[in-house]
């Protein structure tokens, strides 16, 4: 499927993978919704990156902010054709130390802003010609951490969310989830350096190497769905 003209949301598309993925749509001619949290500036250097793209704030902790979101992209818009849930955050904990507060902080964001702007997403393109939903899930979702089991469980909820969506919705909206692997944009700590020395591929992966994998997603037939593709550079089969 072309994606020419297609109306995509991307969330956290101000920097690092976001920007990649909104870049590359725009590459591929279509029309790119930017949401940002609080990366003002990020978001706007990226909107001009995809031909002044309009950008949307919105704090993803707030159903209500959500619903909001998707109203005033539809209504700029007209359409909805795909959504691609990258915003996310990342913690490192020792399981024994993690506070409600810090659990909270991170499912709020990853897996529970992931199922209400799909379900947001969904309430749209039901009602008109269906769609695509791409969900950012994780190497961390599919291998567990012991530093970082809230997380894992966020992911592997997302991987699950994405089965499982992908069965509601069908035939009308595929669902289907791309896991990243290493990505660094920022200056690499130990941890990095020992993942990225057991990774196959010998190297980081990079934004765009995860940006090809999600435009697989929206451009593929709705028959391909419930999917999850790991771009990690081998580093789940290990
Ligand atoms: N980088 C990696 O190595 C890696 C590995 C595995 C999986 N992933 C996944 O791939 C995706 C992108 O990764 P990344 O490293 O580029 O992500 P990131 O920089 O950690 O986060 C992406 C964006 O999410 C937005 N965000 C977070 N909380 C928000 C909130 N409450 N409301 C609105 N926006 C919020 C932020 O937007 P603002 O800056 O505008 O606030 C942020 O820029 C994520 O789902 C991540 O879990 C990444």
Redo the contacts with the bound molecule.
């Keep these: 499927m072309s994606l020419t003209g297609k109306v995509v949301l991307v969330?956290?598309?101000?920097?690092?993978?976001?920007?990649s993925i909104a870049i590359a749509l725009a590459n591929e001619g279509a029309r790119v919704a930017i949401?940002?949290?609080?990366?003002?500036a990020?978001?706007r250097q990226t909107a001009a990156e995809c031909g002044d793209a309009p950008v949307f704030?919105?704090?993803?902790?707030s159903v209500a902010e959500i619903r909001d979101l998707f109203d005033r992209v539809a209504g700029h818009f007209g359409q909805l054709d795909g959504l691609v849930?990258?915003?996310?955050?990342?913690t490192c904990f020792d399981p024994l130390n993690l506070e409600e507060a810090d659990w909270d902080y991170i499912h709020?964001?990853?897996l529970k802003?992931t199922f209400f702007c799909a379900q947001a997403a969904a309430r749209i393109k039901l009602k008109g010609e269906g769609g695509h939903i791409v969900n950012?899930?994780?190497?961390?979702g599919l291998r567990p951490w012991a530093h970082h089991a809230h997380?894992c469980a966020s992911?592997a909820g997302v991987i699950m969310l994405t089965r499982s969506l992908a069965k509601a919705w069908a035939p009308k909206i595929s669902v289907n989830s791309?896991?990243?692997?290493?990505?660094?944009?920022d200056k690499v700590d130990q941890r990095i350096e020992r993942l990225i020395a057991v990774t196959p591929a010998a190297r980081?992966?990079t934004?765009e190497e995860?940006a090809d994998a999600v435009l697989f997603f929206l451009k593929a037939s709705r028959f391909t769905t419930g999917q999850t593709i790991a771009v990690d550079g081998g580093l789940s089969q290990k």
């Design positions: 969330t956290g598309a101000s920097r690092r993978i976001g920007r949401h940002y949290g609080g990366s003002e990020e978001a704030q919105a704090n993803l902790e849930n990258n915003a996310a955050r990342f709020n964001v990853n802003a950012l899930s994780s190497l961390g997380y992911k791309v896991a990243p692997g290493v990505i660094p944009f980081a992966g934004g995860i």
